[in-house]
C-alpha cells in the first residue's frame, strides 16, 4: 500500500480530529505566550546557528525578542555561599544593561543571576524541562517574573520532565546561545564546569571569579583559571574585554584603555597624561594584560 493508499484508508472525520488536535494546541500556545521557534525563524539565535549541532527547534515562553539581544551567560553552584550570591546578583545587574542575562534557574547563583539581571534588563532562562514545567518547581515564582521579564527556553516539547540526563544538553544550550560564560562559583563536580567547557568547545569565552584557596565551592573557579578562563573582579572586566560601556566608577581603567587604543604605547606617557599614580596605572595595565586585551613589553604597550 503506498501512501496515496493510506490517505485514502484515513476517514474525513479522522482528518478532521487531527485538525482541530492542531489548531486547539495552537490556541493553547498563544493563550499561553509559548511560541515554537524553528532554524529558520528571524528570531533564532544567531550564535546558536554556528555549533556543530543546533537544536532545529526551539519552544520559548514569553519575550522571544529577547533572543535576538546580544547574550552573556552567569552559572555556578546551586550550594552557593552568601557571598557568591552577592556576587552573581551584582555581575549580572551590571551587565545586563549591555547584554541579555542567560542562566539555568537552578537555585544559588543561577537564581541570583536573574534576579539581579531583572534590576536593570532583560534574562533568558534554559530548562531541562518542557517551557511549561517549572524546574526547579521550587523556583516558580522566579519562573513566573521570568517569562514577564525575558523568556523561558527550552528544547524540550510542552510536558517533558526535567532528568539527570538533560542537563548537560541544558548546560550546552546556555553556552550555544552566549558570547562569554561567568562562572562565579563552583566545585570540581558542578554543571557549571559543564557549561563551561561546553563553551570552549564553541570557541566562546569563559570567565571566572577568584576564590578562597581551598574552600570547597572555589575549586572548580580556581581550576578554570588555572587552566586558562579568564579571572575577573568586577563586572567592567568583562564590559571592557567585550569593548562596551561600563556604568560602574572604572575612569582610570577606561582611560587607559583608551588612550593605548589611541596610540599612547608606553607607561611614561600614561602617568604624564593622566596624571595618575604609578600605583593605579599598572594596576589597570596588570589586568588588562590578564584579560588579554594589551601586552606590556618592558613598558611598551600594544593592543592585542
Known amino acids: 500500500m503506498d501512501f496515496e493508499d493510506v490517505l485514502k484508508e484515513i476517514s474525513p472525520l479522522a482528518i478532521e480530529n487531527v485538525k482541530s488536535h492542531l489548531r486547539n494546541q495552537r490556541l493553547r500556545f498563544e493563550e499561553s505566550n509559548i511560541h515554537t ?3 529558520w525563524d528571524d528570531c533564532y539565535p544567531e550564535l546558536l546557528k554556528e555549533i556543530s549541532d543546533p537544536p532545529p527547534v526551539l519552544f520559548c515562553l514569553g519575550d522571544r525578542s529577547v533572543l535576538k539581544g546580544r547574550k552573556f551567560a552567569i552559572v555556578g553552584t546551586r550550594k552557593s555561599t552568601p557571598y557568591g550570591e552577592k556576587i552573581a546578583y551584582k555581575f549580572a545587574k551590571e551587565l545586563s544593561r549591555e547584554f541579555v542575562i542567560v542562566s539555568g534557574m537552578a537555585f544559588g547563583i543561577d537564581a541570583k543571576a536573574h534576579l539581579g539581571a531583572m534590576e536593570t534588563g532583560k534574562t533568558i532562562a534554559v530548562l531541562a524541562s518542557g517551557v511549561d514545567i517549572p524546574s526547579p518547581r521550587g523556583n516558580r515564582s522566579l519562573y513566573n517574573k521570568i517569562s514577564k521579564n525575558g523568556c523561558v527556553l527550552s528544547v524540550y ?37 559543564i557549561t563551561a567547557n561546553w563553551a570552549l568547545d564553541f570557541g566562546r569565552d569563559v570567565f571566572a571569579i577568584p576564590g578562597d584557596i581551598g574552600k570547597y565551592s572555589n575549586e572548580g573557579t580556581n581550576w578554570l583559571i588555572k587552566n586558562g578562563a579568564i579571572p575577573v573582579t568586577s563586572p567592567s572586566d568583562i564590559a571592557i574585554y567585550y569593548g562596551l560601556g561600563v556604568s560602574e566608577s572604572t575612569n582610570v581603567e577606561s582611560e587607559v584603555l583608551e ?4 596610540g599612547v604605547d608606553t607607561v611614561d606617557d600614561l602617568l604624564e597624561i593622566t596624571g595618575k599614580s604609578i600605583g593605579e596605572i599598572l594596576s589597570e595595565i596588570s589586568r588588562l594584560e590578564m584579560m588579554g586585551i594589551i601586552s606590556n613589553d618592558a613598558g611598551h604597550l600594544r593592543l592585542l
Do not use: C, D
Open 157 to 193: 516539547p510542552l510536558g517533558e520532565g526535567a532528568t539527570r540526563y538533560r542537563f548537560p544538553e541544558r548546560n550546552s544550550l546556555i553556552a550555544g546561545l552566549s558570547s562569554g560564560v561567568l562562572v562565579v562559583q563552583a566545585p570540581m563536580k558542578s554543571g557549571a564546569l
Open 259 to 262: 588612550l593605548i587604543r589611541g
Open 37 to 39: 521557534i524553528t532554524f
